[in-house]
């Protein structure tokens, strides 16, 4: 699947996302700014912008981790981001609402065109 961005007919913007592998980055981007060692139930919330992404690890068994994911999930859909969840098949799903149980949600900015 070729998902460069001139391929006219080619995967949209979710199905580049949901074929993505979890924990692969392409060479030099990507910021890791928390993660919580040795927790078996980690979530991860992928924030895409300009530079790349920025990835959120949080214990989703941690009252005070999950606190502040909802707190960052409320902050990026109120700033204009588009949330999406993979669903058990590895599709992305748009959500509207925080979900501590997903394992995965994704943010990417609105589109603006000119």
Same mark, same amino acid.
Request: aromatic share 8%; charged share 25%; hydrophobic share 35%.
């Given at each position: ?39 078996? @139930?980690?979530? =991860?919330?992928? *924030?895409?912008?300009? %530079? #790349? $992404? ?24 109120? @700033?204009?981001? =588009?949330?999406? *969840?993979?669903?058990? %098949? #590895? $599709? ?23």
């Amino acid at each position: 699947m070729d998902a460069s961005p001139g391929n006219a007919g080619g995967p949209s913007f979710l199905e580049c996302l949901a074929t993505q592998s979890h924990d692969r980055l392409p060479q030099g981007q990507g910021r890791v700014l928390t993660k919580d060692h040795g927790a078996k @139930a980690m979530a =991860t919330q992928i *924030v895409m912008d300009h %530079t #790349g $992404d920025t990835r959120h690890y949080f214990n989703s068994h941690d009252r005070e981790a999950v606190a502040k994911a909802e707190e960052r999930f409320r902050k990026l859909t109120g @700033a204009g981001f =588009t949330a999406a *969840v993979r669903t058990a %098949t #590895g $599709d992305a799903a748009i959500t509207r609402s925080f979900d501590p149980t997903a394992e995965e949600t994704l943010f990417f900015p609105r589109l603006v065109g000119g």
